[in-house]
């Protein structure tokens, strides 16, 4: 069965403590992995696409690598501004262009 | 480009009542997809459509259903409700006709309270 797991659930840094998330993926013939960030009561905010093991993307304080098997999201000298859940997502096998499966997600919180 | 938009932002129903929520999405853009997001469950699929078509479905009730129109807006409705259907309902938008995997655009949801 297809799944995404990410870990840890919640992190709390301090400003400046850099980190990584992690997103663990099974899924057959990766077409895509997505990282979203969710702040309360919104919906989410895509971030980056990676597409092959390898892939780097950067933007600003936040960097996504993709390997085989996960995804990581790395946060340098995050900012409190940074607080938010972060989602990483992959299509099903099989799976049609509008369709993602989501994992749980990691509530990030950044204190001053 | 106007992003992705929800109508109503809040609802709140009382079981067995039935709900319709809309979406409008990103101009271009042809397919429209539906989520559902709790506490417990997170995001989960729910459908997707192109073109007027379902083209994809989630594992999820006859209950829930939907449709698109020429336009590419997309309406999502729910039948005789039940506490558990309360939820953060998102829709995305993609352009729909890529060869590899889109990037799909989240509205801001729409947060139904079932009482």
């Known amino acids: 069965e297809d799944q995404v797991t990410q870990s840890p659930e919640a992190l709390r840094l301090q400003e400046g403590e850099s980190s990584s998330l992690n997103c663990s993926y099974t899924?057959?013939?990766?077409?895509?992995l997505f990282w979203y960030r969710q702040d309360p009561g919104k919906g989410p905010e895509f971030l980056f696409t990676?597409?092959?093991a390898g892939e780097e993307k950067e933007k600003e304080r936040l960097k996504a690598t993709l390997t085989k098997k996960e995804s990581f999201l790395h946060i340098t000298a995050p900012k409190p501004e940074d607080s938010a859940t972060y989602l990483c997502?992959?299509?099903?096998?099989?799976?049609?262009?509008?369709?993602?499966?989501f994992g749980k997600g990691t509530k990030l919180s950044v204190k001053p | 480009k106007a992003g992705v938009t929800q109508t109503p932002r809040y609802l709140i129903k009382t079981r067995g009542q039935q709900v319709t929520l809309s979406c409008s999405p990103i101009?271009?853009?042809?397919?429209v997809s539906w989520y559902q997001q709790t506490p417990g469950q997170g995001l989960q699929f729910l459908f997707e459509?192109?073109?007027?078509?379902?083209?994809n479905k989630g594992n999820f009730p006859g209950r829930f259903s939907g449709r698109q129109f020429s336009n590419s807006r997309s309406e999502m409705n729910v039948s005789t409700l039940e506490l558990g259907d309360s939820a953060l309902y998102l829709c995305?938008?993609?352009?729909?006709?890529?060869?590899?995997?889109?990037?799909?655009?989240f509205g801001p949801g729409t947060r139904l309270l079932v009482l």
């Open positions: 995305a938008s993609s352009p729909g006709q890529g060869t590899v995997q889109e990037t799909q655009y």
């Open positions: 899924v057959s013939g990766l077409r895509g």
């Open positions: 990676l597409y092959s």
């Open positions: 997502a992959v299509p099903p096998y099989g799976g049609s262009q509008g369709n993602l499966i």
């Open positions: 101009s271009g853009h042809r397919s």
């Open positions: 459509y192109f073109s007027e078509t379902q083209r």
